[in-house]
């Protein structure tokens, strides 16, 4: 799937699937980002996993000290360092977030918002595991998907971005249980609380999983030793 962001839904395109967005699903994006911004504190060094074009990461930078948004689409990385103007406490890279280059512990908080860790299409192990490895002992990592109670809400935004063009057409029947698949390639499910706990298990790792405003799910895992 980071491919398909990569040359199919990247910099303007991608902002149109959220300026599109109806007033219930702007609400599950302002929900998601005050449920973080609620969590950081003014001197925390914050990496945002798939950035896209600075959405998330800009309003970051209001609360931490400094936020890194990393992407694999140079297109969206061009938008958010427009957008982001002369900001110092906001940069964007173009990286893997399964490999990224930061040194051990470089980081207070990592945070993964707006299914991310199903939509790159990776495994969630990997990605959970080297998001753990640059984040400080007693820091945390903060990674969301869909709530069930969501889906009718889910499924119509995608409708309206494949009506607009931004995405090919709703493939019918292998869309449904939480899973989105379009025509052209796209394909995205969720994570249920019982997939998160038994991703945190997998990495024995003790997460929390909360529900936020009835949109989305929240793993908030602190990672273990001595701040």
């Excluded at 799937?1 to 702007?26: F, H, K, N």
């Excluded at 595991?129 to 869909?146: C, I, W």
């Excluded at 899973?179 to 052209?184: G, K, L, N, W």
Aim: proline share 4%; charged share 25%.
């Amino acid at each position: 799937m980071t491919g398909y962001y990569d040359q199919r839904l990247a910099g303007s395109r991608l902002r149109q699937c959220y300026e599109l967005a109806s007033p219930r699903v702007r609400r599950y994006l302002e929900a998601e980002i005050e449920h973080v911004l609620g969590r950081l504190d003014p001197s925390d060094d914050v990496l945002e996993l798939g950035c896209g074009y600075g959405r998330v990461a800009l309003r970051l930078a209001d609360r931490a000290r400094r936020v890194v948004g990393i992407d694999t689409a140079a297109e969206s990385l061009r938008l958010a360092r427009t957008l982001a103007g002369s900001r110092r406490d906001c940069q964007f890279v173009r990286m893997d977030a399964l490999e990224t280059s930061f040194p051990d512990g470089a980081f207070d908080a990592v945070v993964c918002v707006q299914n991310g860790i199903c939509a790159f299409g990776v495994s969630p192990v990997e990605l959970l595991r080297e998001a753990l490895r640059v984040t400080k002992p007693g820091g945390q990592l903060l990674f969301s998907s869909y709530s069930d109670g969501f889906w009718d809400e889910r499924l119509a935004w995608f409708e309206a971005q494949a009506s607009a063009g931004l995405l090919g057409p709703i493939a019918r029947g292998e869309t449904g249980n939480g899973v989105i698949v379009c025509e052209d390639g796209f394909r995205a499910g969720a994570m249920s609380a019982a997939d998160f706990t038994a991703l945190c298990t997998a990495l024995r790792l003790r997460g929390e999983v909360v529900e936020v405003d009835g949109s989305s799910l929240f793993c908030q895992v602190v990672k273990p030793g001595a701040p």
